[in-house]
């Protein structure tokens, strides 16, 4: 297949019949060719999904129509291969969880730097930059001198900021991948008395789109984790050099898959002493059945040739 593409997408916006909406897209999407996952909560909608241009734009504007909405935050990357396994749609509480309750999302143009001023923004001395993903992927890539908050997952965010000793008065910048965790946090700020709470446009993926081809020198070091088959994406918005641990979902080297804690499908070295013996045993079931799959598909296309 050729002519891939992947969109990523959020929209806050209050659903109050997030049972319907699911329905109405499954019937919509059912006789596409598209790959990916859909989230839909009472606070909006978040997905990223692979196939070709016609058939995901013709998915965002039926769901634009279903939402009542006109703007939808977006992010459109080609690639070679459809980088999902299969396509889900799922209810959930939150679109992103942040674990803290309904919370107010801001929609303040003033709020968000552009890409191509983001730079020079974060140059200022008396700016607290902090990066809001989780520090498997702050390894990978990250802009520089930005606080690592050293979380597991989202949730932990408001703790970590707790220990950062961040003024109300103080001038914060945030960035993430898309965006969307940047408008939560800056939500549940506000919320708590920061005033002064600025986010990167679109995220790292913007930012990488809008400086890829400018002969600038970038604030950003390394590569973008991304949530599917790619694992990561390098400055030129394609694939990286990176694979992924299906164990604990880690992204790893080659020099990583070398180790003798690499087990594929069950284990790495950043997880080989995490894991339980109960956890290593359903992996590597899983991974038993994956290589029986793929044997029985191969033995299938070697019968029809």
Known sequence: MSDLYVYSFYRFKNIKNKKTIKLKLEQFISNKVVRGTILIANEGVNGSISGSKDDLLDI?????????????????????????????????????????GVINVSQKPEKFISPSKWDSFIKQKEIRLIDLRNTYEIDIGNFRSAINPNTKSFREFPYKFEKMNIGQNDIIAMYCTGGIRCEKAAGYLNHKGYKKVYQLK????????????????????????????????????????????????????????????????????????????????????????????????????????
Not at 63 to 91: A, D, H, W
Not at 203 to 225: D, P, T
């Open 60 to 100: 965002i504007k039926f769901i634009k129509k279903l939402l009542c909405i006109k703007k939808m935050e977006l992010k459109i990357n080609s690639v070679g291969f459809l980088p999902f396994n299969r396509m889900k749609i799922r209810l959930k509480r939150e679109i992103v969880s942040l674990g803290k």
């Open 202 to 305: 679109g995220g790292i993926i913007n930012y990488l789109s809008h400086s890829r081809n400018k002969k600038i020198k970038s604030q950003w070091n390394g590569e973008c984790f991304v949530f599917d088959n790619r694992v990561s994406i390098n400055t030129k918005l394609i694939k990286g050099k990176y694979l992924q641990c299906y164990g604990c979902r880690r992204p790893i080297t080659i020099k990583d898959t070398k180790s003798k804690q690499y087990k594929k499908g069950i284990t790495c070295p950043s997880c080989f002493h995490e894991r339980s013996e109960i956890q290593k045993k359903r992996s590597n079931d899983r991974q038993m059945q994956i290589d029986k799959s793929k044997l029985i598909q191969k033995i299938k296309n070697l019968n029809l040739t």
